[in-house]
């Protein structure tokens, strides 16, 4: 069974820094390419931030000079470093793991981790 379970999500102030982790089991972790979502209310989920498994990254440009991920094979970990958070930040953050196998492209989601960025 596979299991994405998202950690480190809080309430914090304009400004400042969090970090998100992921935890995964029942994948074969080094073999997908890892990526961050967050959808706020009322809005589409939306891409964060993506790592592949050569550990090519990309990011939306409403986070490039802000959020940094990362992952370690060995502990079957992505990370999300966000700072300079501002409150269109605040959105729920999933982590999401995909591959793509010939024309078939297979997801997995974690539950969810709230981040809010508020005074």
């Known amino acids: 069974q596979v299991q994405l379970v998202e950690s480190g999500g809080g309430l914090v102030q304009p400004g400042g820094s969090l970090r998100l982790s992921c935890e995964a089991s029942?994948?074969?972790?080094?073999?997908?390419?890892m990526a961050w979502y967050r959808q706020s209310a009322g809005k589409q989920r939306e891409l964060v931030a993506t790592?592949?498994?050569?550990?090519?990254?990309n990011y939306a440009d409403s986070v490039k000079g802000r959020f940094t991920i990362s992952r370690d094979n060995g502990k079957k970990s992505v990370y999300l470093q966000m700072s300079s958070l501002k409150p269109e930040d605040t959105a729920v953050y999933y982590c999401?793991?995909?591959?793509?196998?010939?024309?078939?492209?297979?997801?997995?989601w974690g539950q969810g981790t709230q981040v809010t960025v508020s005074s």
């Open positions: 999401n793991a995909n591959v793509q196998l010939l024309l078939r492209r297979t997801d997995y």
């Open positions: 029942g994948i074969i972790f080094s073999g997908y390419t």
């Open positions: 790592i592949t498994t050569d550990l090519k990254t």
